[in-house]
């Protein structure tokens, strides 16, 4: 199970003592038992039973039972244990998604480091065309995927704008390598979506995405 939607995490790690006991999963190194996190949080066995479940609901644990080593197997009930999932939960306003540009960069190096620059911009289109069609296997629309995504789109007569760049940070820094790859990406998206009445168009404004969706000529494929 992974953390889908990071409010879900973040709201599930309000309470001092939830938090405490997450704090300990994560830190353990070994599956734990309801006891062993309410003995080292100093909560009760039930609170920390409670507390726990919610974390699982949340996605930011995962249960299983395990029978406990040695003489006491067998006895009695066997223990629900809780370990950490994934790598914890991170929310930005507005959302950024910088794993995704290391994710690219990292696949485009190992595919051919002598030429990452151009393998980056084939990683980024086959990305976008992957998560596109994933998105449209789920009925999502343009504008659906593009809000999952964090692109605030806001469509106008014959284009859509994206008011945030999801890359930000790092396009202020490296504007034409991560303007390329966003590029790249988004015709990919398109492309995956089948939105064939759109395609990609680097345009550059203050306050916007480098990138905007304007109403593609006929017979153009969309693609960067």
């Avoid at 949340?58 to 406990?68: F, S, V």
């Avoid at 086959?126 to 998105?135: D, K, Q, T, Y």
């Avoid at 106008?156 to 790092?170: A, K, S």
Wanted: hydrophobic share 40%; net charge neutral; glycine share 12%.
């Amino acid at each position: 199970m992974t953390v889908d939607d990071p409010w879900t995490g973040v709201s599930a790690l309000v309470d001092p003592s939830r938090r405490a006991l997450y704090d300990y999963v994560r830190r353990a190194g070994h599956p734990v038992s309801r006891e062993e996190a309410g003995d080292a949080t100093g909560t009760s066995r039930g609170l920390a039973a409670f507390h726990l479940d919610k974390l699982v609901d949340a996605g930011l644990l995962q249960a299983r039972y395990q029978a406990p080593p040695g003489p006491l197997r067998g006895r009695g009930r066997t223990p629900k244990v809780y370990e950490p999932v994934g790598e914890g939960v991170t929310v930005t306003i507005p959302e950024r998604r910088y794993q995704l540009i290391a994710e690219i960069l990292a696949a485009a190096v190992d595919d051919d480091p002598g030429h990452a620059d151009r393998a980056a911009g084939r990683h980024a289109h086959e990305r976008g065309r992957a998560i596109g069609a994933a998105l449209a296997a789920d009925g999502a629309d343009l504008t659906t995927a593009l809000t999952d995504l964090g692109f605030e789109p806001h469509p106008t007569t014959d284009r859509v704008l994206l008011r945030n760049c999801p890359f930000h940070g790092l396009a202020a820094r490296h504007t034409a390598l991560v303007c390329g790859l966003n590029h790249a990406f988004l015709a990919g998206l398109l492309h995956g979506l089948g939105a064939t009445d759109r395609h990609a168009a680097l345009a550059p404004r203050p306050g916007h995405c480098c990138v905007e969706l304007a109403s593609a000529p006929s017979g153009i494929h969309p693609g960067p």
